[in-house]
């Protein structure tokens, strides 16, 4: 979820408007907590294209890339605010390569996604958190950079 003010409005020329769409100069997350950048290849009715999207969890990345279906999850990068530490404006930054569903632990409810890194650090939730323990993976959803290989979920399906 994402605020921004009236006086962050752009104002683009009407035949560069997409129907129905505002555009912005500022976004500021409304909780501290990780944003995530993620870039998709398309195939829709007017062509190939790279779109980019900002979240504001962990499910609503899944959401995008199970309701759009992408050709290709080209990245995912989350940059993590440091919540409970000094200095108070500082972020990390990961770049996610896997996405999993997971088996969830009686404490996740719900479903549970792991983000893997580089190194093969798990993470999940709001916070972008370290997974303790090793939750039993299930479906790949998206190896980054790779053409999808795994079906997606019935519409509707990727929230619970």
């Known amino acids: 979820m994402f605020v921004t003010r009236p006086e962050f409005a752009f104002q683009l020329p009407d035949q560069l408007k997409e129907p129905g769409a505002q555009y912005w100069r500022f976004l500021m997350p409304a909780l501290n907590t990780t944003t995530y950048f993620l870039r998709l290849a398309i195939e829709d009715s007017e062509g190939s ?3 980019t999207m900002i979240a504001s969890s962990d499910h609503d990345v899944i959401d995008a890339i199970e309701e759009l279906q992408p050709k290709r999850v080209l990245s995912l990068d989350c940059v993590r605010p440091f919540v409970f530490e000094e200095p108070a404006s500082a972020v990390r930054v990961f770049s996610v ?59 509707g399906s990727a929230r619970q």
Do not use: C, S
């Not at 390569?97 to 890194?117: F, H, M, N, S, Y």
């Open 49 to 51: 294209h790279v779109v």
């Open 97 to 155: 390569q896997e996405i999993w569903q997971a088996q969830p632990r009686k404490t996740d409810g719900g479903r549970l996604w792991l983000l893997v890194d580089a190194e093969g650090v798990e993470r999940t939730g709001l916070f972008a958190e370290v997974v303790n323990g090793k939750p039993k993976r299930q479906r790949l959803v998206a190896r980054i950079g790779e053409l999808r290989t795994t079906p997606p979920l019935p519409t």
